[in-house]
């Protein structure tokens, strides 16, 4: 399960000092060490973790912590609090165009998850979003397989899929796709487009591309939680050259270590807007931070 590692080095931070009644200075100094070392190990970024316990830290001696007969209370409610808040507070949900077809631009690289993530996001928006009809646009055209798998989430789904095979450009299937979508009345746009194995400027440039003549209101990167610092990194590429507007954290259905999502949001500051929890198309949740956060803290 995500996170297991994580939650019980916290939960054994927090809850060992507490047996005793009141703690001293130096038990807090020695809870901090442990929930450094354990976001440390669930592979949160070294910055991120730096700023985290700084600020629980001060909060925790700010506060009657040190005077509180449950002192283990007190700190859980700061750290729930605070990694609450290093998530991004709160739940920020898909943008809409006032005037349809709403165009979100999926990016990410090759094997995140941003295909089944094209599916699961047009499934959740039909039926939460009650738009009920979205285009899938196949703009990965250097993958023959990637095509045909859109072919088939939009089969199984009922949703309609613009492909014009391997041999167009991109962005001329994304400019083409839109048109499509004006004259048809679908309600929403989304794009699924090339990855790459590694963050390469072509890509970029060709990303960068699409967003001008599609200019969508998301662009949401799909990242997979089990690569860890490496997601972090890509995001940071991707939002450099692209602006995103959101994450998709994919595969949080594995045994990740959770740095990705504990990391991701300080260090871009764009929302995790869902997260992927399975393979299958309705595998895909809103993101609450306080949701993740009492998940991690059990
Ligand atoms: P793409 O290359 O980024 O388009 O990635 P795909 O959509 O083809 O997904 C790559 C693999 O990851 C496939 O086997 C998917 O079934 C799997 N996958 C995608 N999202 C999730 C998820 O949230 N959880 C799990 N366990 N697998 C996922």
Redesign the pocket.
Do not use: I, S, V, W
């Given at each position: 399960m995500a996170f297991e590692g994580l939650s019980d080095r916290l939960q054994g931070a927090i809850s060992q000092v507490s047996s005793g009644g009141t703690i001293t200075e130096a038990d807090l100094k020695q809870m901090m060490r442990e929930i450094r070392l354990a976001l440390l190990e669930a592979d949160v970024n070294f910055q991120v973790v730096k700023t985290f316990v700084k600020s629980v830290n001060e909060r925790a001696l700010g506060s009657d912590v040190l005077k509180s007969l449950s002192p283990a209370q007190q700190v859980l409610k700061i750290v729930d609090e605070e990694l609450t808040a290093l998530m991004g507070g709160e739940l920020v949900p898909l943008n809409f165009s006032a005037k349809p077809p709403t165009v979100i631009m999926m990016a990410?690289?090759?094997?995140?998850?941003?295909?089944?993530?094209v599916g699961k996001l047009a499934k959740f928006i039909s039926e939460k979003e009650n738009k009920k009809r979205p285009l899938l646009v196949a703009a990965d055209v250097y993958r023959p397989a990637?095509i045909e798998?859109l072919q088939t989430i939009g089969q199984q789904l009922g949703f309609d899929v613009y492909s014009e095979g391997t041999d167009a450009d991109p962005v001329r299937i994304a400019e083409a796709a839109l048109n499509q979508a004006r004259l048809q009345g679908n309600d929403v746009v989304i794009i699924d487009t090339a990855?790459r194995l590694h963050v390469n400027e072509e890509l970029m440039a060709e990303l960068r591309n699409i967003k001008a003549v599609a200019n969508p209101q998301e662009i949401l990167l799909?990242v997979d939680a089990m690569t860890g610092q490496d997601a972090i990194n890509v995001a940071q590429s991707f939002n450099e050259s692209l602006d995103i507007t959101g994450v998709v954290i994919?595969?949080?259905?594995?045994d990740t270590r959770g740095g990705a999502a504990l990391s991701i949001r300080s260090i871009t500051d764009k929302p995790i807007k869902f997260t992927?929890?399975?393979?299958k198309l309705d595998?895909l949740e809103p993101f609450y931070p306080d949701r993740m956060s009492s998940r991690i803290l059990g």
């Open positions: 990410g690289l090759q094997g995140a998850g941003k295909t089944t993530t990637a798998q990855g799909t994919t595969k949080l259905d594995g992927g929890q399975g393979e595998a």
